[in-house]
C-alpha cells in the first residue's frame, strides 16, 4: 500500500493489500459490555496474517482527574506496543473490526497520530470480508519486531486550551459526535453532566454510514459537512474520545486537513469547574 489520502479501503482493496504482503494488518473486534468478546472472536477466526488489538489495554489509559474517560496512552506506550507488532512509521497497516464503527477509527486515528504514514479502515470490517466469501484463518502471527519511533502529529490533537479559545472564533469549527439525545441535554447515559460546548454543530458519527452500513462516498461525506469549511479549523469531541474518531475518519476521508480530535472529549471538558455548557438547539 503507497502513501496516499485514502483513508478508508474496500473489501476487494483490502483483499488486493493482503495478498500482494507488505502490509500489517490488526484485528480490534470490541464490545463494551463483553471484555472477552475481542479476544474470543479473534481466536474463532480473523484475517490472514491479522494480530489482535485489546481495544482497552492498547488504546485507552485508566481515567483521572481530568482527560476524559478514556485517555490516551502516551506516544512512547503506544510506539511500543504497535513497534511490537511489526509496525514502523512507513509500514502500510489495515485495520478493522466486526463492522463500520469507533473501535477500527480509534486505533486508525492513534497510528496515524503517532507518525504512521499510510493506516486505512476496512470499510464493513470482519463482516464484509466473509460476506464476500474471503477466507479467515486461525492462525496467529508472530511478526518480528520492529523500531517504531513516535513523530507525533500535534495539529491532529486538540486539548481543553485550544477548544475554550475556538468557542466564538468564526474560522474554528467544533463538532459533537454523539447522538442529538445527548448533544441537546436531555440525557447523559456515561456522564454525570448533559449538554455540549457552546457552539458545537451536532454530526451523529452513525450518519457518515448508508443505509448498508459501509461508509458514504467522499463526495456524499463533503456534502454531509456542507456547513464545514475545507479551511476551517475543524475540533471533533464526543464523550470520551472514542466515538469522535469515525467522524475524524470521515472529514479526512472527504478532503478536510485541519481535523483535530478533542481527546478528553466532554467527560474531560467538565471536569473543569467553570467550563459553559449549552443545552437545546444552536
Known amino acids: 500500500m503507497t502513501t496516499n489520502e485514502r483513508q478508508i479501503a474496500n473489501v476487494e482493496e483490502a483483499r488486493q493489500l493482503i495478498e500482494a504482503g507488505g502490509v500489517v494488518v490488526l484485528d480490534v473486534r470490541f464490545s463494551p459490555k463483553e471484555p472477552s468478546y475481542g479476544r474470543e472472536a479473534y481466536v474463532k477466526g480473523h484475517l490472514p496474517g491479522a494480530s489482535f488489538v485489546d481495544f482497552k489495554a492498547d488504546l485507552t489509559d485508566p481515567a483521572r482527574e481530568h482527560g476524559g474517560r478514556s485517555p490516551l ?3 512512547e506506550r503506544l510506539a511500543e506496543r504497535f513497534g511490537g507488532l511489526g509496525i514502523d512509521r512507513e509500514m502500510a497497516v489495515l485495520v478493522y473490526e466486526d463492522t463500520n464503527g469507533p473501535a477500527a477509527s480509534r486505533l486508525w486515528w492513534v497510528l496515524k497520530y503517532i507518525g504512521v504514514s499510510d493506516v486505512r479502515v476496512l470499510d464493513g470490517g470482519y463482516e464484509a470480508w466473509t460476506a464476500a466469501g474471503l477466507p479467515v484463518t486461525t492462525e496467529t502471527p508472530q511478526p518480528a519486531a520492529r523500531c517504531l519511533e513516535p513523530a507525533v502529529r500535534e495539529d491532529w490533537l486538540a486539548d ?8 466564538g472564533d468564526a474560522g474554528k469549527k467544533l463538532v459533537d459526535s454523539r447522538d442529538a439525545s445527548q448533544y441537546l441535554g436531555l440525557e447523559a447515559p456515561f456522564d454525570p453532566v448533559a449538554g455540549h460546548i457552546p457552539g458545537a454543530l451536532n454530526y451523529f458519527w452513525k450518519d457518515g454510514l448508508g443505509a ?7 463526495d456524499a461525506l463533503r456534502t454531509r ?14 464523550g470520551s474520545g472514542i466515538s469522535a474518531t469515525p467522524n475524524v475518519l470521515a472529514l479526512r476521508e472527504a478532503g478536510f486537513r485541519n481535523v483535530k480530535l478533542y481527546a478528553g472529549s466532554w467527560s474531560d471538558w467538565i471536569s473543569y469547574e467553570g467550563n459553559p455548557i449549552a443545552t437545546g438547539e444552536e
Open 212 to 218: 448498508d452500513d459501509r461508509w458514504l462516498s467522499p
Open 73 to 75: 496512552p502516551t506516544p
Open 225 to 238: 459537512f456542507g456547513a464545514l469549511g475545507q479551511d476551517d479549523e475543524i475540533i471533533v469531541y464526543c
Open 160 to 167: 481543553v486550551h485550544a477548544v475554550r479559545a475556538a468557542i
